[in-house]
């Protein structure tokens, strides 16, 4: 019987990591690809646990715990998405920006990326730009994917570009942006080449970037 996927995103908003975990591995033996149990289970779980936060209905121990079931399916999808990719289509480089902890949504952003077929580099949280630029000399990655959750950090995003320009390799790179409060708006007042509302506009835009789509 064909796993369902949304019976996967029920138990990633209920927090149900035993079940997720298994019906994560149902759905690989069943033959589903890791992009489509990422992008129709986990991401489709989570984006409901976010609407449910914005109306008050979820509280942030529920949405640690939706998490934590989300970053177990994540740790078996993981290594077989690094194992598909034949030849990277591009090599991104991702954090969170300096002062600010959330790495949900970009962990999704960088699981949906190698998903996809980049190469990714993840600093993880609390990033200075400094970091980035080092990162970029060191990898010769061709995107930088900046996010941030606090409206207090999103100033983070545009020392980035400034730190990049001053230090000569602006122009190697291609800057997106996104989060929840980062709009197209401010991307386009802080110089950066792209935002991306959600994980699945992120891979679409990091194509566009990479130039193998338009
Ligand atoms: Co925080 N938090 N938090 N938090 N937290 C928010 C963001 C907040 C909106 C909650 C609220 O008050 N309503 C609020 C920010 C208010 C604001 O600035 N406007 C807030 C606050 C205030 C804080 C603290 C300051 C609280 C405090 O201590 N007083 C503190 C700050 C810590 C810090 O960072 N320095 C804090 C702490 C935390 C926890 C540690 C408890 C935890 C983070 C755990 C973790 O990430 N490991 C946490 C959480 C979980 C949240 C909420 C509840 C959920 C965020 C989340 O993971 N969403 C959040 C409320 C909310 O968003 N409704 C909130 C699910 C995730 C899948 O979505 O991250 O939006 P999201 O990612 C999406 C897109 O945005 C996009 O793709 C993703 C997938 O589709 N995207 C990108 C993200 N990054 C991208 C990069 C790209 C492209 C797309 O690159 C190109």
């Given at each position: 019987m064909a796993v369902d996927l949304q019976a996967l995103a029920d138990n990633i908003i209920k927090g149900k990591k035993g079940p997720a975990?298994?019906?994560?591995r149902e759905a690989l033996d069943e033959g589903v690809g890791p992009e489509a149990i990422i992008s129709d289970g986990l991401i489709a779980g989570m984006a409901v646990v976010g609407e449910r936060f914005k109306k008050n209905e979820f509280y942030v121990p529920e949405v640690l715990?939706?998490?934590r079931a989300m970053h177990a399916c994540m740790d078996i999808l993981k290594p077989l998405l690094e194992e598909s990719g034949v030849k990277p289509v591009g090599k991104v480089?991702?954090?969170?920006?300096?002062?600010?902890?959330?790495?949900?949504?970009k962990n999704l952003v960088a699981m949906m990326l190698q998903g996809n077929?980049?190469?990714?580099?993840?600093?993880g949280v609390d990033v200075a730009p400094e970091k980035f630029i080092?990162?970029?000399?060191?990898?010769?990655?061709?995107?930088?994917?900046?996010?941030a959750l606090l409206t207090t950090t999103m100033p983070g995003m545009k020392?980035?570009?400034d730190a990049l320009q001053a230090a000569g390799v602006r122009d190697n790179v291609k800057v997106m942006i996104g989060g929840a409060p980062v709009t197209q708006k401010f991307s386009d007042e802080?110089?950066?080449?792209?935002?991306a509302p959600d994980a699945a506009s992120a891979v679409d835009l990091a194509k566009v970037l990479v130039g193998i789509a338009a």
């Open positions: 975990v298994e019906l994560t715990i939706a998490a480089i991702i954090g969170t920006v300096k002062g600010d902890l959330h790495d949900i949504g077929g980049f190469e990714v580099v993840d600093l080092d990162s970029v000399k060191e990898t010769g990655a061709t995107v930088i994917a900046l996010s020392q980035t570009i802080i110089g950066a080449d792209g935002y």
